[in-house]
């Protein structure tokens, strides 16, 4: 008897950058020299501070149960931070923790949407946005971004897209949110603070909540950080996600939290209740030390990654028919490789899209990257820094080899 599964399973695409990653795995098991540039995650180790904190934990017992929505003692370290970043002090009732950013999304989406709702999100974007949102039974819209201006809101497609411009009486009444991620994983880019003022004004005056990505917070290079609490004078809703992930190389902790209206934090306790119970204790006790202790090697990440940008510019545009942007923030570079679409290999097979192209440097040149057509940019390559230059520089060598195959 064929086992039937639900039509979620169908209606949602599988992570193809954990795709990605598994096939690197498979290859280094096999002897490959594999040089990874799909990592989405700090190559450095959790700072000393940060893994004692989480070794005391141990010791001291704190492999129980926390409160479902997190502990106190974190969520007053989390007011702390923001209040250092935004001047604004919230409620701890405002805060949730969960196993990382991703569920948080996730939550905030089950929490907020629901079928027959349409949430705005900006492509290129990352891999799960448009997944969190058909999980919680609505669609997304995707709207086009300006790649020479750090992938801002194109906001002509936006005025398209919502049908019938300002003139807010026509605009599709189904929209009930955007989703903003500056810094943006897939690109890099670094929004303006006017773009985020002009898209907070849109959202205010049609009642859409504002979901904030901000997990790439510290990892802006060219200007200060601006969260978007900072920018919110005329009082959007607005939703903060922030992680522990990349800030801390902390991606193995699994710490996320979220700041937002206490009715929304309650009803995404609800739902995380039912779901994971409880954030990772162990991964709570060393947040607080992460996010109240020693800033420095937060900052020495931050200086490496900046030395690493640039050696990955310079490779990448000194490649024939390649440009690259300079990203503002995260440590990811999007080049725009279309100049090779629609190439033949040795064997004859035609390169159609970046999912092609990707496939056959990893093939030739066992060269991570990850596809653009995948974060909805044709065309593109995500390519991580997050890796020493000697390696960056030896794998954009073994791309352009790979390169000058092709017919």
Not at 176 to 194: A, E
Request: proline residues 4%; negative net charge.
């Amino acid at each position: 008897m064929p086992i039937s599964l639900s039509g979620l399973v169908d209606k949602i695409k599988p992570s193809f950058t954990l795709q990605m990653t598994a096939r690197a795995a498979a290859l280094r098991a096999k002897g490959v020299d594999v040089i990874n540039f799909g990592v989405g995650e700090p190559d450095f180790n959790t700072p000393s501070h940060i893994i004692k904190a989480g070794q005391k934990a141990i010791e001291d017992g704190y492999t129980k149960y926390t409160p479902g929505s997190g502990m106190l003692e974190l969520k007053e370290a989390i007011q702390t931070k923001v209040k250092n970043v935004t001047g604004t002090l919230y409620n701890t009732k405002q805060i949730i923790v969960s196993n990382g950013g991703k569920q948080s999304l996730s939550v905030a989406c089950q929490a907020l949407f629901e079928e027959g709702d349409k949430v705005i999100i900006f492509s290129p974007y990352w891999v799960s946005f448009p997944e969190f949102v058909r999980l919680s039974g609505a669609e997304p819209l995707l709207v086009d971004t300006l790649p020479s201006e750090q992938f801002e809101p194109n906001f002509d497609d936006l005025n398209k897209k919502i049908m019938g411009g300002y003139d807010f009486k026509k605009i599709d009444s189904s929209i009930k949110g955007v989703i903003i991620n500056s810094p943006s994983n897939p690109t890099g880019g670094v929004w303006s603070d006017q773009a985020i003022t002009k898209m907070l004004e849109i959202s205010k005056a049609n009642n859409w909540i504002v979901i904030s990505d901000e997990t790439y917070e510290e990892l802006v290079y060219d200007r200060e950080f601006t969260a978007i609490d900072s920018l919110n004078t005329i009082g959007a809703e607005v939703l903060t996600i922030r992680s522990m992930s990349k800030t801390y190389a902390m991606t193995g902790w699994r710490i996320g939290y979220t700041i937002a209206d206490e009715a929304i934090v309650k009803a995404m306790s609800k739902i995380q209740g039912q779901t994971t119970s409880c954030p990772n204790a162990i991964g709570q006790k060393a947040s607080v030390a992460a996010l109240l202790g020693d800033p420095q090697p937060v900052l020495d990440m931050k200086n490496k990654f900046q030395e690493r940008r640039q050696v990955m510019f310079d490779a990448l545009n000194a490649l024939d028919g390649v440009t690259c942007d300079m990203p503002g923030g995260a440590f990811y570079m999007f080049p725009d490789f279309s100049s090779y679409l629609n190439k033949a290999t040795k064997d004859g097979k035609i390169l159609r899209d970046t999912f092609d192209l990707s496939d056959y440097i990893l093939d030739t040149a066992s060269v991570v990257t990850v596809a653009g057509d995948g974060f909805g940019a044709k065309g593109y390559l995500r390519l991580s820094f997050a890796t020493s230059s000697e390696i960056i520089k030896a794998g954009i060598k073994r791309i352009e080899e790979s390169l000058k195959e092709l017919k």
